[in-house]
């Protein structure tokens, strides 16, 4: 199956000090966000090609491309069944190259992979120097049928993302987001349930003068033919209904039948939902894609996914978002942003390393381009680099660091640039000692004791699981015929950009909804880098907050973590770094433990 979204640029050879911004790659039950892994311009298509629907290994996806790629990337799910069991996955281009991945389940490691829930693996291998003009054939193999072997091993879709230089077609802008989230309701969690309801990923920098043209391209794992789910584009609800509920049309999107969303027939493809849809009357500068497992149609507080209407899907896997503009003639301005710039290792008397974060977001400059670095004010460093493909690069430099105070800067520059008011970011640091972050716990307030508590959303950087007590049952899991696991009604989730927390009707009655205030102060010198806050009751680990910027010297941040539990006393730990990743001198402090009452 071919689907045609648009074109995009790439780059060129990447230098050392250039490093591609890396994917998140931890196993994480709740799900991967999905991020933006490249972007850019490109005077010419951005195609897609696609094998959709669980079958049995081996996978081949054979398609034509009417250039060699300037950009492309190859994608494969694998359902192992569980995330208990382990095996290998090879993906083969064009009997090129191949490229192993071993699939260890909870204990995942690998750098190009995904993998969420219960065992569902979404793995991208980049392509760019392996794809042709011509007939290209991708082979994915797993270990399904392996002596002993125990990972299911069978392949969801194969999906290959292609940018081809085309002047007559036109100029493509676009932006390629990957990741593995796990939306899913109660009870298919396992030990630790919880609630995913819905994600969102953000694309920016979009330019729409003279758009002709605008195609969002999303791939979902492991939805249910039946069950309502949803896709929004900037609070705009996509796809046509499958019916009306007091005057609000339901969809499901992922039902099993790929290109199918905007009322066409479609193609069958079991367990998988690849879709294309025109949002040419909605897109702007800023554009939000959300993935929302179900909506509460009746108001009883909870997603019902059975019975004649069901409210939304049991679990369902978002892994990608494309969204790419499409433009008349042909364009020549270039156009970077750096869009971040960090200190590691800023420490007194260490060197630390300045990393910026270059993005580009018009057509790729063909010569290499200029990074400088400052401290305040004074020029230490100009790198000249060619930008990698994706338009995503890393450039860093060292620098001797010192006790004081600074303003560290980066600026990108190219002639001719459409946009030279984003070709700098700052950065306050503090240098002096190592950080010292301690933790300090409060008492647990509830819900209705906080003004405006009830249903809530999470910041951006909130990745927590909320758990407590419930009732097992035994349901089935789709995807992995025969198998089944624990599932208890009772608790929900907050997860990087998006769930609500809402305590479902029908769970146990004694579940109450609290908020437990955290404060994590650092008491050293410098300034902390981001870290992760880890959040346990009762002995199982219930939350992983990312505090994304770190905490400045001799300051302290307070986060409210939302906890379902059930009134009275229960043991609580709170670990700030958990990792150990931060250099703190002094990690005694860096953990709370003990028991502490939940008021009624």
């Known amino acids: 199956?071919?689907?045609?979204?648009?074109?995009?640029?790439?780059?060129?050879?990447?230098?050392?000090?250039?490093?591609?911004?890396?994917?998140?790659?931890?196993?994480?039950?709740?799900?991967?966000?999905?991020?933006?892994?490249?972007?850019?311009?490109?005077?010419g298509d951005l195609l897609t090609f696609g094998k959709y629907g669980l079958t049995n290994p081996p996978g081949e996806l054979r398609f034509e491309l009417p250039a060699t790629p300037v950009y492309s990337r190859v994608y494969t799910g694998i359902w192992g069944g569980t995330e208990k069991y382990s095996g290998w996955a090879e993906i083969t281009v064009n009997d090129l190259r191949k490229a192993k991945y071993v699939l260890n389940g909870e204990r995942d490691r690998n750098g190009d992979v995904y993998e969420a829930g219960h065992g569902i693996y979404w793995m991208g291998y980049d392509t760019t120097d392996l794809l042709r003009k011509g007939t290209n054939v991708i082979t994915v193999t797993t270990s399904k049928d392996d002596p002993g072997n125990k990972l299911d091993g069978r392949v969801y879709s194969i999906f290959v993302v292609a940018v081809v230089e085309d002047p007559a077609g036109g100029t493509t802008q676009y932006w390629i987001a990957e990741g593995n989230e796990n939306l899913h309701g109660e009870g298919w969690a396992g030990t630790n349930p919880t609630r995913h309801d819905e994600t969102n990923v953000t694309f920016q920098g979009a330019d729409v003068q003279g758009l002709a043209r605008a195609n969002l391209t999303v791939l979902l794992l492991a939805g249910g033919k039946g069950q309502?789910?949803?896709?929004?584009?900037?609070?705009?609800?996509?796809?046509?209904?499958?019916?009306?509920?007091?005057?609000?049309?339901?969809?499901?999107?992922?039902?099993?039948?790929?290109?199918?969303?905007?009322?066409?027939?479609?193609?069958?493809?079991?367990?998988?939902?690849?879709?294309t849809f025109r949002v040419d009357n909605s897109v702007q500068a800023a554009n939000t894609v959300r993935f929302i497992r179900g909506i509460d149609l009746d108001g009883d507080r909870a997603i019902t996914t059975t019975g004649d209407s069901p409210e939304g899907e049991d679990y369902i896997h978002p892994v990608m978002a494309i969204l790419a503009l499409k433009k008349n003639g042909i364009s020549t301005s270039p156009d970077l942003a750096i869009e971040s710039l960090t200190a590691g290792n800023a420490y007194n008397g260490k060197v630390a390393t300045l990393t910026?974060?270059?993005?580009?977001?018009?057509?790729?400059?063909?010569?290499?381009?200029?990074?400088?670095?400052?401290?305040?004010?004074?020029?230490?460093?100009?790198?000249?680099?060619?930008?990698?493909?994706?338009?995503?690069?890393?450039?860093?430099?060292?620098?001797?660091?010192?006790?004081?105070?600074?303003?560290?800067?980066?600026?990108?520059?190219?002639?001719?640039?459409?946009?030279?008011?984003?070709?700098?970011?700052?950065?306050?640091?503090t240098i002096g000692t190592p950080p010292d972050l301690?933790?300090?716990?409060?008492?647990?307030?509830?819900?209705?004791?906080?003004?405006?508590?009830?249903?809530?959303?999470?910041?951006?950087?909130?990745?927590?699981?909320?758990?407590?007590?419930?009732?097992?049952?035994?349901?089935?899991?789709?995807?992995?015929?025969?198998?089944?696991?624990?599932?208890?009604?009772?608790?929900?989730?907050i997860l990087a950009a998006t769930a609500s927390l809402v305590a479902p009707a029908g769970a146990v009655s004694d579940v109450q909804e609290y908020s437990l205030p955290v404060q994590i102060a650092n008491n050293g010198g410098s300034d902390a880098p981001s870290f992760v806050v880890s959040v346990y009751l009762d002995g199982e680990k219930i939350a992983d907050r990312n505090v994304v910027e770190g905490i400045k010297a001799h300051s302290s941040v307070t986060i409210a973590i939302p906890v379902f539990t059930s009134p009275g006393s229960h043991e609580m730990k709170v670990i700030a770094d958990e990792a150990g990743l931060v250099k703190d001198p002094s990690r005694s402090n860096n953990l709370v433990q003990g028991r502490y009452e939940f008021p009624k």
């Open 1 to 43: 199956m071919i689907s045609r979204i648009f074109s995009t640029f790439i780059l060129a050879a990447v230098f050392a000090a250039f490093i591609i911004v890396p994917a998140a790659a931890l196993y994480d039950f709740e799900g991967i966000p999905l991020t933006v892994h490249a972007q850019g311009t490109v005077n």
């Open 228 to 275: 309502p789910d949803y896709v929004q584009f900037n609070n705009h609800y996509l796809g046509a209904p499958v019916r009306t509920v007091n005057g609000f049309n339901v969809t499901d999107i992922g039902d099993e039948v790929s290109f199918n969303a905007d009322g066409g027939r479609g193609i069958e493809s079991r367990y998988v939902d690849a879709e």
């Open 356 to 429: 910026a974060e270059v993005r580009s977001y018009g057509v790729q400059p063909k010569d290499a381009v200029p990074v400088a670095f400052f401290v305040n004010g004074n020029l230490i460093n100009t790198t000249n680099s060619v930008l990698h493909p994706g338009g995503i690069t890393r450039v860093s430099v060292p620098w001797q660091a010192t006790t004081g105070t600074y303003t560290l800067s980066a600026e990108v520059s190219v002639p001719g640039d459409s946009q030279p008011g984003n070709n700098g970011a700052q950065h306050q640091a």
């Open 438 to 493: 301690s933790v300090s716990v409060g008492a647990p307030v509830h819900k209705d004791a906080v003004p405006g508590a009830g249903a809530t959303k999470a910041p951006l950087s909130f990745i927590p699981v909320i758990a407590g007590i419930g009732a097992l049952a035994l349901l089935r899991r789709r995807g992995g015929p025969g198998s089944t696991l624990p599932a208890v009604v009772l608790t929900l989730v």
